[in-house]
T-cell receptor, first 114, second 116 residues
Framework: AQSVTQPDIHITVSEGASLELRCNYS??????LFWYVQSPGQGLQLLLK??????LVQGIKGFEAEFKRSQSSFNLRKPSVHWSDAAEYFC????????????FGRGTSLIVHP | EPEVTQTPSHQVTQMGQEVILRCVPI?????FYWYRQILGQKVEFLVS????????KSEIFDDQFSVERPDGSNFTLKIRSTKLEDSAMYFC??????????????FGQGTRLTVV
């Protein structure tokens, strides 16, 4: 079964600084990969996804993520963080064979200082 | 833009009572899911539903839980006898249209269930 590790529980950055949130997955083949964002009191919004093709994917709100097969990683990046980016970020993996059930990591809470 | 809708947004219930959480998935989607998120913890898969039957379920989804698609648009999660530890945010999601299920899952805003 697939699994996801988000090693950072909290990340604090200053507004305008760059951001990288880490995600490592475990799966026997190339998986489907996702990043979701959850603002306080809100649901889960899809930021971006990787299914195949170009390993650098662009998402909404200026986010991007890079799939690195050799490192089993799918880190989320943003060049300049805005205060409104403060939220919980979840990496998720979906199996490409058989059932397709997104499995989530525990999340990383992003705190943005002015 | 189509979206997944969940009602109510917040429900408070007494321990031992039955609750039904409701979801309206995106209209042309074929695969439906329930997840839960206990406060401060990860989002956990409960159950998936396709072609009017459960396709997969986790060990969390025991006999106290059931799902139903009663009328072709709603998708419900029933907890028969709630326990304190059922307090969580419950998310409904849907995915897959036409011949493929391998698309991203779209999530609703969630129902916060509080068992007292």
């Amino acid at each position: 079964a697939q699994s996801v590790t988000q090693p950072d529980i909290h990340i604090t950055v200053s507004e305008g600084a760059s951001l990288e949130l880490r995600c490592n997955y475990s799966y026997g083949a190339t998986p489907y990969l996702f990043w979701y964002v959850q603002s306080p009191g809100q649901g889960l919004q899809l930021l971006l996804k990787y299914f195949s093709g170009d390993t650098l994917v662009q998402g909404i709100k200026g986010f991007e993520a890079e799939f690195k097969r050799s490192q089993s990683s799918f880190n989320l990046r943003k060049p300049s963080v805005h205060w409104s980016d403060a939220a919980e970020y979840f990496c998720a993996v979906g199996a490409t064979g058989g059932s397709y059930i997104p499995t989530f990591g525990r999340g990383t809470s992003l705190i943005v200082h002015p | 833009e189509p979206e997944v809708t969940q009602t109510p947004s917040h429900q408070v219930t007494q321990m031992g009572q039955e609750v039904i959480l409701r979801c309206v998935p995106i209209s042309n989607h074929l695969y439906f899911y329930w997840y839960r998120q206990i406060l401060g913890q990860k989002v956990e898969f409960l159950v998936s539903f396709y072609n009017n039957e459960i396709s997969e379920k986790s060990e969390i989804f025991d006999d106290q839980f059931s799902v139903e698609r009663p009328d072709g648009s709603n998708f419900t999660l029933k907890i028969r006898s709630t326990k304190l530890e059922d307090s969580a945010m419950y998310f409904c999601a849907s995915s897959g249209s036409g011949t493929t299920r391998n698309t991203e899952a779209f999530f609703g805003q969630g129902t916060r269930l509080t068992v007292v």
